[in-house]
């Protein structure tokens, strides 16, 4: 008998918009150093950074280089005239204060702005400085990411209240006997689940959490990234302490701000990092601000490092990107694609008649081409690989694409 088939294991789908070039939005409280994560990040100065709540109105964006030892190492084994690594975009947002969801504050315009991107970069205040004001009086990081989480997820529920309604009067008018009619039916009960899941049962205790850190099946998961809901998307926390805490790895809130997510949001990356330092090292060369590093190890016995790549890195992957590149003389360039993303899908972002007139792909490894030098080695030893419509690329292929004229 013919060997049986191995079952394809089920492609996970991810929660938010399908896209390769997907954003991640700065947020939190009013001064509490997003501008300036942002100005850093980008190396520019388009973030409104001021010593007042609302510096920011209308939000920034800008791209921001995702650092990859693969890249730089290609780039220097290929010797380019061009060199295009791979961008992650980032936004900066407006702050956002209790009673956002109702409009205080400009509220519903910043929630918009936050609707408008794919993943939160949430900066958390841990520094005391007596000439940076606090919109909620003092410093209390717990308290600040519960006015956050409350506020987002308050949209969500007026959001959801209105989808229910409408659903109930769509599904009232279906035919249940009919596959459009079952689906319908299908999507009100997704819709309801997805409310009772921000709301909770608070008659019983039960607390409300985000749509991100609920089940979901296939199906629930084409219905809830329709409605496009502020907790589905992924949020990594970056907590900001001053330069002395970061440098000595020591601040009151840290162990609090990790218990607090570990209960409420398990799973979330937290990143501490120090917008003081990286603006310091931000206006050195690259030799002093090396110099200035170890100078800081050395005071406080412990390894002292820049944040900027990690924070970048980890927003990145967290959307369940990765990159692909495209090697030769005349250019090295990493090229951005969602996760689970087919041969001919990821030709297309090059040119659409890539994919309309996809052949196949010749792919080798980065460790292959790393580990044998040269294209021909790679091909001698048998490593280079002719691809076709059904691979799902993978992080880090090397590709030359065929295609039809």
């Not at 220097?76 to 961008?87: E, G, I």
């Not at 410093?139 to 209105?162: N, S």
């Not at 009100?188 to 409300?208: R, Y």
């Amino acid at each position: 008998m013919p060997p049986k088939k191995q079952q394809q294991p089920e492609q996970k789908i991810r929660l938010g918009r399908p896209g390769n070039n997907l954003k991640m939005g700065i947020v939190g409280l009013p001064n509490v150093g997003k501008s300036s994560l942002f100005n850093i990040m980008t190396a520019c100065d388009l973030g409104k950074a001021a010593n007042f709540p609302y510096a920011t109105i209308e939000p920034e964006e800008s791209r921001v280089i995702v650092p990859d030892e693969r890249f730089d190492w290609l780039a220097d084994h290929y010797k380019p005239a061009s060199r295009v690594p791979a961008f992650l975009t980032v936004i900066d947002i407006a702050g956002l204060t209790a009673g956002a969801s109702t409009g205080a504050g400009l509220g519903n315009a910043f929630l918009s702005h936050v609707r408008a991107v794919d993943g939160i970069f949430q900066v958390v205040r841990c520094f005391d400085d007596a000439d940076v004001i606090h919109v909620e009086g003092d410093v209390d990081p717990i308290r600040d990411m519960e006015i956050i989480q409350t506020e987002l997820r308050l949209k969500d529920q007026e959001w959801l209240e209105k989808s229910v309604d409408h659903q109930k009067r769509v599904a009232r008018s279906a035919n249940h006997t009919t596959l459009s009619g079952k689906a319908e039916h299908e999507k009100l009960q997704t819709t309801i689940k997805a409310l009772e899941t921000v709301t909770g049962d608070p008659d019983n205790g039960v607390e409300g959490m985000d749509i991100r850190k609920q089940q979901w099946t296939a199906k629930e998961v084409d219905v809830i990234n329709a409605l496009n809901l502020l907790t589905a998307k992924p949020i990594i926390r970056l907590v900001n302490l001053s330069k002395r805490d970061y440098c000595r790895k020591k601040n009151k809130w840290l162990l609090k701000v990790k218990q607090w997510v570990d209960e409420k949001n398990p799973g979330d990356l937290i990143i501490p990092f120090s917008v003081a330092l990286e603006e310091e090292l931000m206006q050195l060369s690259e030799e002093d601000r090396e110099k200035e590093l170890k100078s800081l190890a050395e005071e406080y016995k412990l390894p002292v490092t820049q944040c900027l790549g990690k924070i970048t890195t980890a927003g990145y992957q967290s959307l369940e990107l990765i990159r692909y590149f495209t090697c030769g003389e005349k250019e090295v360039r990493a090229w951005t694609i969602a996760q689970g993303t087919k041969a001919p899908q990821a030709a297309g972002i090059i040119h659409s008649d890539f994919e309309k007139n996809f052949i196949c792909g010749d792919i080798m490894t980065y460790d292959d081409i790393k580990e044998y030098k040269t294209e021909n080695a790679v091909k001698g030893a048998g490593k280079m690989r002719q691809q076709g419509k059904p691979y799902v690329m993978k992080d880090g292929d090397i590709v030359y694409w065929k295609s039809n004229a």
